[in-house]
């Protein structure tokens, strides 16, 4: 309640980017962990041969370039993905580029990978594996830069791979973006396969030692693309899948005012509307891989119970974001605490 009275009376009247870089330093800086963090939740389980301190952490976006991953994981996340990071350093889209629907404690975002490059990243990732951050469970989401062709992204994705796989607890190829022009594209599996096929010799020579490696998948894509997608990461022996990225569509369950929707423009929309698609495409992976590849889900995850029906419907790690913009620094620990086995 202390959190969303800052929240109306702060956040929401400034611009969300700026809002979202304010309350990134201050979780850098420790600020909110000596304040409100609490005692961790111990719920470990083993996933792709990785130990986690609990099943639920957080997604890909928040912390694109590896500049708070202690201070998140004192908050009681049981993992960080970092990312998406590209080869090659870039600014993202222009702004504004990132927009809130408060009605619906919903987001509009089309960042457009802005992030420091994997070879920054990457030496960001080395210096905190060597000092406190050494056991921390550490995702690394790559895409391919936007500059980069289609028909080129293999490179960018092996590029990222090489620079990356030897500092991360798994790797997960990102092709689910709404905001990076061709990127869902790779998604048809004649074009995802060689490109899988790729970054998985990366990862299986990794001199850290092999890098389990994850795809991640948009809700967008039709029943039977999530059944090719299956298919394929199994026929290829990756490691899991992640679902699932944000949505292109404007669902009409929507609270936020029309003209409010409109006026945020085109982006991938996150937020509690997420939730049905991606608990269907969870359940439809599940009975498609069974125990074969670990299911990451995420979409629309914002209260406890959540965490639960997505652990229960068959995901082995939950993972949010957008709850935490809106529900603030208690928000990880009390979701973490939901993955506790009954």
């Known amino acids: 309640m202390v959190y969303r009275a800052f929240f ?3 956040f929401s009247s400034m611009d969300p980017e700026k809002a979202h870089e304010r309350g990134f330093a201050a979780i850098k800086a420790g600020r909110f962990v000596t304040k409100f963090a609490m005692r961790k939740t111990h719920a470990p389980r083993t996933v792709m041969g990785i130990e986690f301190p609990n099943a639920f952490g957080l997604a890909a976006g928040f912390d694109k370039n590896a500049r708070a991953v202690p201070g998140l994981l004192s908050l009681g996340f049981g993992h960080v993905e970092i990312g998406t990071v590209t080869a090659r350093p870039q ?5 504004p580029r990132l927009f809130r629907l408060v009605e619906d ?3 509009v975002n089309r960042m457009g990978f802005n992030n420091d490059g994997a070879a920054v990243v990457a030496a960001r990732l080395h210096r905190l594996r060597h000092k406190s951050g050494r056991d921390a469970v550490i995702g690394v989401n790559i895409g391919k830069n936007k500059a980069t062709e289609a ?6 994705y092996v590029e990222c791979a090489r620079l990356l796989a030897p500092h991360a607890s798994y790797l997960v190829v990102n092709v689910s973006s709404p905001n990076t022009p061709g990127l869902r594209d790779l998604q048809a599996v004649d074009e995802l396969r060689p490109l899988l096929a790729a970054v998985k010799d990366v990862c299986d020579r990794s001199h850290g030692g092999r890098v389990p490696l994850v795809v991640k998948i948009a809700p967008d894509l039709a029943d039977a693309d999530v059944d090719a997608i299956a298919d394929l990461a199994m026929e290829l ?4 899948i992640s679902a699932t990225n944000t949505t292109i569509a404007r669902p009409d369950e929507l609270l ?3 003209a409010t929707i409109k006026a945020a423009g ?5 937020g509690p509307v997420l939730a049905g698609r991606s608990t269907e495409v969870l359940v439809r992976l599940k009975q498609r891989v069974g125990n074969r590849l670990a299911i990451i889900s995420m979409g629309g995850v914002t209260a406890p119970e959540d965490v639960r029906a997505r652990l229960d ?3 082995d790690l939950v993972q949010g974001y957008t709850g935490f913009i809106y529900e603030g620094p208690l928000w990880p620990s009390r979701l973490a605490a939901a993955s506790k086995r009954p």
């Not at 600014?91 to 702004?95: A, E, L, T, V």
């Not at 022996?237 to 899991?240: A, N, V």
């Open 313 to 315: 419907a068959g995901a």
């Open 256 to 258: 936020t005012p029309l």
């Open 91 to 95: 600014p993202g889209n222009p702004k």
């Open 8 to 10: 109306d009376a702060v």
């Open 237 to 240: 022996g990756l490691d899991g």
């Open 151 to 156: 028909a080129d992204a293999i490179a960018d």
């Open 105 to 107: 404690k919903a987001i």
């Open 266 to 270: 085109a982006g991938g929309l996150s």
